[in-house]
């Protein structure tokens, strides 16, 4: 008898999951119908996320889902700093800074936002977040009233763009649950949050904009493109942040979706590095530069969902400059023609200076698909021309390029001005002490204009120094600029009314958002 | 008896504890480290020096066995740090993530059972007929065809043109079913052919055949004899393999949008996240022990020779 009982238990087993598979299959129908009376959109969105802190999680989620909201907002028409829960802001010497804040506005637990509160969610994300400690450089915060005086550690210009930064949102700390249960300002506040699954929301009515036309969110994550499209396919979800490009002209096919492009402020680029003996030739990188098939790439890799770069700031920005058309030469003969004033010679069709083949190392990675794409592209241009480029896959950029100096171009991608302000790109990317300075750039001039902007705050003449500065670039080719990649959203335009897809890819459920 | 205990305890934590310091070797010789991710320089302006001062700060510049030494006084404590990504306690994320993980292996092991049990005794017992054929053929496919495919394909069929099964997140049973389906297809082809070389093995034995000699119906001499036989090889398999089934389960994870712990890991690999990591590591360790020592014991009841063997031994 005994030693029946292990093998009676493995048959039921066995048969017990037959009869749970069985009855699994037959029940297909979905768990909840939503009903016609509840107003409800379904964003799926491309990250997840495990965690909600408002000040620590770097995807943005509670500010992206419309529960948190910052003191400041960039402006989708003009790229522009505007007011959001502060009304206004002002310093003479960019070390003080006044900061008027709304008095209208409530938490979503019914609480007034006052300075205090303010200044304690303020002094949150500082504790918690040593990157908000370093990009705010906050020395003190004082609050009165609806009024906030904040001095900073150094003169600091761009420190009312850095509050764009969503994880400066404003939180009511007081709250016992912060992390897994933020009670923000915006129009959806939070009901059920499953760590790396989904967020549920419903509409927050006292929301001090105007209480949102919907009575609920569901913000979802799925990392799979294919996935995230045929979610949409199947009327699972409303709105789709990138779906998979391949795809998109399917989607298209279907009656009433709805497929929308806007380019970012991300920019593709091939970093040079100037400690290499080819490459402090102006003519080389010029050569370079040229031999970069822009527009090609953009409707090959991109197919057609992104905008030839020709700088690094989106030229909707009011301080990109507007490159004169006949400032540079591109094409493969203009790159022969710089190789040429730079000395070298095509012997046996390889471009060759003293004796010594040109040949390049390039680095790509993997994490953003379309870099090796575009090495490859280079590559085989290079090649046309007798140009000998090496392509060198590495896993973490940031690491290889500061540690190892043994490549000539690199692929990179870059935020140019994520929160409006040229400040961070130039600062992180050409000063001699910025931490993304892989081209090893030690340029007095432009460090000079760097350090000037870095002192000055008159919005105007900050815009001309930071155009000053890409056009310095431009001149001397310190980086080529390849592309900025476009995103794409896909929603079910017979239901959704109001979406605006930004180029900050900040803000996505807003209380205008509706349905038809 | 306590003696025993005593030793087994000892065992396992020398075990755990190698198991700890290999991995910490690993992550921290693998290049990189967390410091820019840290401090987000995609979108923050930091300057080199801000840089070297986290690092120095964090502890990612004292030689490896000052760190090793550090961690090692943590874990003695219980404490398994905090995420550098999300801030939050290790235990606490991985804790989290853990049942739906082992819910996603229970589900793929179910479907796994109903597909390798009847077609590879079948295929055993029909050896060279059409069914066996059939589920060679089945078996080939079924491990030439990619998963993440797989599980489009059933995307495709079940969630969007014939049925509107759920085929995102974690919201009761229905959304499991998938999931489950994918990853137990994949894993079945496998078992299919195991089972059935093992069952043929069994068939041929003495006491297969002196049962038959006895008068004992096939059916019994299947169900009590060869069937339970045949297992022992198949659940080795099943245990030395479950620490890469619930590793692997990434892709699964991925396309589903399952908050499982594969992915977490992922993430956290990408990022650098050494406490997440050896939090991980530690969590599959324990498990996969666990297992392995379940494993072992249903030896004992799965063949009795075992047991007389031991009980000579003991004479």
Redesign the interface.
């Known amino acids: 008898m005994n030693k029946k009982t292990p093998l009676l238990a493995l048959v039921s087993l066995a048969l017990s999951a037959g009869l749970l598979s069985a009855c699994g299959s037959s029940e297909s129908s979905p768990a909840a119908q939503p009903s016609t009376d509840n107003k409800n959109v379904h964003f799926l969105y491309n990250f997840s996320t495990s965690s909600l802190d408002p000040h620590v999680d770097s995807s943005y989620v509670p500010l992206r889902a419309g529960i948190t909201e910052t003191l400041v907002r960039l402006d989708e028409e003009n790229l522009t700093v505007a007011p959001w829960l502060a009304e206004s802001w002002e310093s003479e010497d960019g070390q003080h800074w006044t900061i008027d804040l709304r008095d209208d506005v409530t938490f979503q637990n019914g609480k007034p936002m006052t300075g205090e509160s303010v200044k304690a969610s303020l002094e949150r994300a500082l504790e918690e977040n040593v990157a908000i400690q370093n990009a705010l450089k906050i020395d003190t915060i004082e609050a009165e009233g609806d009024k906030l005086e904040i001095t900073t550690t150094q003169p600091f210009p761009e420190f009312a763009s850095e509050l764009v930064n969503p994880n400066t949102a404003i939180i009511d700390v007081s709250e016992s649950d912060v992390v897994n249960k933020p009670i923000g300002t915006g129009p959806f506040k939070l009901t059920s949050f499953t760590p790396g699954s989904k967020l549920e929301l419903d509409r927050y009515d006292e929301y001090w904009d105007g209480a949102s036309p919907l009575d609920s969110i569901t913000f979802s994550f799925n990392e799979d493109a294919n996935a995230r499209t045929l979610a949409l396919k199947s009327g699972q979800v409303d709105i789709v942040y990138r779906p998979e490009v391949e795809s998109l002209e399917s989607l298209k096919a279907i009656d009433g979706m709805t497929v929308e492009s806007t380019s970012t402020f991300r920019v593709h680029q091939l970093t040079m590095n100037m400690q290499r003996e080819s490459m402090k030739d102006l003519n080389v990188r010029r050569a370079l530069d040229a031999l970069i098939d822009r527009q090609g790439i953009v409707d090959t890799i991109l197919l057609g969902y992104g905008e030839a770069a020709i700088g690094p700031f989106l030229p909707s920005l009011p301080f990109a400059p507007t490159y004169a058309e006949t400032a540079t030469q591109s094409g493969p003969d203009a790159a022969v023609n710089y190789l040429q004033e730079a000395g070298y010679t095509l012997q046996n069709g390889v471009m060759t200076k003293d004796g010594k083949p040109l040949q390049l190392t390039l680095l790509t990675y993997s994490s953003r698909a379309d870099l090796p794409l575009i090495a490859q592209v280079f590559q085989s241009d290079a090649k046309k021309i007798g140009i000998d480029v090496q392509i060198r896959q590495i896993d973490t950029p940031e690491d290889y390029m500061a540690s190892n100096r043994d490549w000539d171009i690199a692929t990179y991608s870059n935020l140019t001005a994520p929160r409006g302000d040229a400040g961070y790109y130039l600062n992180a990317t050409y000063h001699p002490k910025g931490a993304l300075n892989f081209s090893g750039s030690e340029d007095p001039e432009l460090t000079k204009i760097i350090d000037e902007l870095n002192l000055t705050v008159a919005p105007e003449k900050r815009a001309e120094l930071a155009e000053k500065a890409a056009n310095y670039v431009h001149d001397n080719v310190l980086n080529s600029f390849v592309l900025h990649p476009g995103t794409i959203v896909a929603y079910n335009g017979k239901k959704i009314k109001n979406w605006v897809t930004t180029r900050s890819e900040y803000y996505m459920i807003t209380n205008k958002l509706d349905v038809m | 008896m306590f003696r025993i205990l005593l030793r087994k305890f000892l065992e396992v934590f020398i075990f755990l504890l190698f198991i700890m310091f290999v991995s910490f070797l690993f992550i921290r010789l693998a ?3 967390p410091v ?1 991710t ?14 070297e001062a ?1 690092r120095e700060e964090m502890g990612f510049n004292d030689s490896l066995p000052v760190q090793f030494g550090n961690w090692l006084l943590d874990f003695v404590r219980l404490d398994f740090g905090v ?1 550098y ?4 306690p290790v235990m606490q ?1 991985l804790m ?2 853990l049942p739906a993980t082992a819910e996603l292996t229970i589900g793929a092991l ?2 796994m ?2 597909i390798a ?1 009847p077609l590879g005794s079948l295929s055993a017992l029909h050896r060279g007929s059409w069914i066996d054929r059939g589920s060679r053929m089945l078996s080939i496919v079924g491990a030439a065809v990619p998963s ?1 495919w797989l ?2 394909i059933l ?2 069929m ?3 043109r014939f ?12 959304s ?2 998938l999931p489950s389906l994918t990853l137990g297809l994949a894993i079945s082809s496998v078992y299919v052919r195991l089972l059935r070389s093992s069952l043929l093995d069994s068939l041929s034995q003495e006491f297969v055949r002196s049962a038959r000699a006895r008068g004992v119906s096939e059916g019994r001499i299947f ?2 004899h060869a ?2 036989h045949s ?1 022992p090889p198949v659940i080795t398999v099943f245990g030395v393999s479950l620490g890469s089934l619930i590793g692997g389960v990434v892709v699964i994870e ?7 712990i594969g ?2 890991v992922v993430d956290a690999i ?1 990022q ?1 996240d050494y406490p997440l990591i050896q939090g991980y590591i530690l969590i599959m360790a324990v498990v996969v022990f666990l297992v392995n020592t379940a494993v072992d014991l ?1 030896y004992r ?2 063949n ?1 020779e075992m047991k007389l063997k031991e009980k000579e031994a003991h004479r």
Do not use: C, H, W
Not at chain 2, 254 to 260: Q, T
């Open positions: 290049p990189g480290d820019l840290i401090l987000n320089v995609d979108e923050l302006s930091v300057s080199q020096e801000q840089v986290v995420s990504s999300t801030g939050q994320t989290r993530a179910l479907v059972l109903v049990i993440f599980g489009l995307i495709d079940f969630g969007v049925g509107n099964l759920p085929t995102m997140g974690r919201d009761g049973f229905t499991l079913i169900m009590l069937f339970r297992l991925v396309l589903f949008a399952y908050p499982g992915k977490l990408r650098r249903s009841y799965l009795p």
